[in-house]
C-alpha cells in the first residue's frame, strides 16, 4: 500500500509506489511534546482552519528550527530620500492630488499622504451591470477604487521601526479612508494590505500600503463570512471570540495578550509565523474602531512587526485587513482582524494544483520564539 503522506513529505528520492517499509526510513524525528496520540512521531499532521474549513498541512518532516527562517543575505542599506522616488517630499507632481493629508502642525510638510494608484486596478468609472456571454463568460466593468497611502515621507522608515504615534497615524489614515469609501454606492468590499518587499510583490520601496475597494465582494472573504454565519447559528456564539478564547487557553500559540488584542500564530497557520491580531471588541469592520482601539493597535502591530523584523532579519511580509463587508458591519458573528503573513517560504505545484498549504514549522514553536523577542 502507498504511503501517500510519505511520499508527498519525505525524500526527494521517493517513488510513487514506494512501499511503506521504504517511505518510513525516510522520516525524521519529531519532538514528543507535540505528538498526539495514537500518532507515530515524525508524521506529518492535517490541521483545519476553523474560519475557512480549508486543510493545511504541518509538514514536521521538513520543519526547520524557528531561527532558520531568518534571512540570509542583508538587505541592501536604503537612503533616507531618493530624487526619483515618486513618494519622497518634492514629488508630489509625481502623483495624483491627496485624497487625504496629515501635515506636521509645527513646519506643515506632511507626514501621512493618501493618492490615487497611478496604475489602479478598478477605477471609479463605469457600470455595475454584469454582462453575459453565451450564459457561461461573465463580466462587468472593473468598478471600484485603488488608493496608496504613502506611510512616511522618509524613504527607509518600515513600519517596524516608526515610533507608536507615527504608526497610529497611519493606522488612522487606513481607517478614515475605509469609512468614507463605505459610503460610496457600487462599494460592496474594502481590503486594506501592505506588500513590504520583493518577495510581497511591493515594486516600490518607499514605505505605503494600499486600499482597494470593490463592487463585489470576493469569494474569499464571502467564505469566511459564511463559515461565520455558520458558526453563529449552530452555537449562538462569536466563531472569532471563541478563537481567540481558545487560543488563550491553549497557550502555545499566543505572541501577546493586551486590554484590546490578542496576537496568535493560528492553529492551522498556512505559512510559517502567519500572526494575527485579535480585537476583543465585538466589531465585524475596521473603520468601528475607537481612537484609542487604534491607538493600541499602533503599539501592538509595531511590537508584532519590530519583534519579526529581528527576529528574522527584515522578512518580507504581507499585511492584511481582514473586515466585513461593506453594509453587513453590524454582524455579531464575525470579527475583523489583522493578519501579517512573512513571505519566508513559496508555494509551488502542490499548493497551486490542491489550493492546501503546506506550512513547515510548527506555529507551537514559532509563537514561543517570537514571544520572547525584545521589542
Known amino acids: 500500500m502507498v504511503a501517500i503522506v510519505d511520499i508527498l513529505w519525505g525524500d526527494r528520492r521517493a517513488i510513487l509506489?514506494?512501499?511503506?517499509?521504504?517511505?518510513?526510513?525516510t522520516r525524521g524525528r519529531r519532538s514528543a511534546r507535540y505528538a498526539r496520540p495514537g500518532r507515530e512521531a515524525g508524521m506529518s499532521e492535517?490541521?483545519?482552519?476553523?474560519?475557512?474549513?480549508?486543510?493545511?498541512i504541518i509538514a514536521t518532516q521538513r520543519r526547520k528550527r524557528p531561527s532558520?527562517?531568518?534571512?540570509?543575505?542583508?538587505?541592501?542599506?536604503?537612503p533616507a530620500f531618493v530624487s526619483s522616488c515618486p513618494f519622497?517630499?518634492?514629488n508630489e507632481a509625481l502623483t495624483p492630488p491627496p485624497e487625504h493629508c496629515l501635515a506636521d502642525p509645527n513646519t506643515g510638510s506632511w507626514r501621512v499622504r493618501v493618492v490615487a494608484n497611478k496604475y489602479p486596478a478598478v477605477t471609479p468609472e463605469g457600470s455595475t451591470s454584469r454582462r453575459a456571454d453565451r450564459g457561461l463568460f461573465?463580466?462587468?466593468?472593473?468598478?471600484?477604487?485603488?488608493?496608496?497611502?504613502?506611510?512616511t515621507p522618509v524613504h527607509n522608515e518600515s513600519l517596524a521601526l516608526m515610533n507608536d504615534a507615527q504608526v497610529a497615524e497611519v493606522l488612522s489614515a487606513w481607517r478614515q479612508r475605509c469609512e468614507e469609501l463605505s459610503r460610496e454606492p457600487a462599494v460592496r468590499s474594502i481590503v486594506i494590505f501592505k506588500n513590504h518587499g520583493p518577495a510581497a510583490g511591493t515594486s516600490l520601496d518607499h514605505p505605503h500600503s494600499q486600499l482597494v475597494a470593490t463592487s463585489i465582494v470576493p469569494r474569499h472573504i464571502r467564505r469566511r463570512y459564511e463559515v461565520a454565519v455558520g458558526y453563529y447559528d449552530d452555537n449562538g456564539r462569536c466563531l472569532y471570540a471563541d478563537l481567540a478564547e481558545r487560543e488563550l487557553e491553549a497557550g502555545t500559540r499566543i505572541v501577546m495578550d493586551t486590554r484590546r488584542y490578542t496576537v496568535f500564530h493560528p492553529f492551522a497557520s498556512h505559512r510559517p509565523f502567519e500572526t494575527w491580531i485579535?480585537?476583543?471588541?465585538?466589531?465585524?469592520?475596521?473603520?468601528?474602531?475607537?481612537?484609542?482601539e487604534v491607538e493600541e493597535l499602533a503599539r501592538v502591530l509595531r511590537t508584532v512587526l519590530l519583534k519579526l523584523h529581528r527576529g528574522l532579519d527584515d522578512p518580507d511580509f504581507n499585511l492584511v485587513i481582514d473586515s466585513a463587508p461593506v453594509g453587513e458591519d453590524r454582524a455579531d458573528f464575525y470579527r475583523w482582524h489583522v493578519r501579517v503573513v512573512p513571505r519566508i517560504t513559496e508555494a509551488a505545484g502542490f499548493e497551486i494544483g490542491s489550493g492546501m498549504f503546506i506550512n513547515t514549522a510548527l506555529p507551537e514553536e514559532t509563537a514561543p520564539f517570537i514571544r520572547a523577542l525584545p521589542a
Open 17 to 25: 509506489g514506494a512501499p511503506q517499509s521504504m517511505a518510513r526510513r
Open 138 to 151: 461573465f463580466s462587468m466593468d472593473g468598478i471600484g477604487f485603488h488608493e496608496v497611502i504613502v506611510e
Open 68 to 78: 532558520d527562517f531568518a534571512r540570509r543575505s542583508p538587505r541592501t542599506e536604503k
Open 88 to 90: 519622497c517630499p518634492g
Open 46 to 56: 492535517m490541521r483545519q482552519d476553523p474560519t475557512t474549513r480549508e486543510w493545511v
Open 278 to 292: 485579535m480585537p476583543k471588541t465585538s466589531q465585524a469592520s475596521f473603520d468601528q474602531a475607537t481612537i484609542e
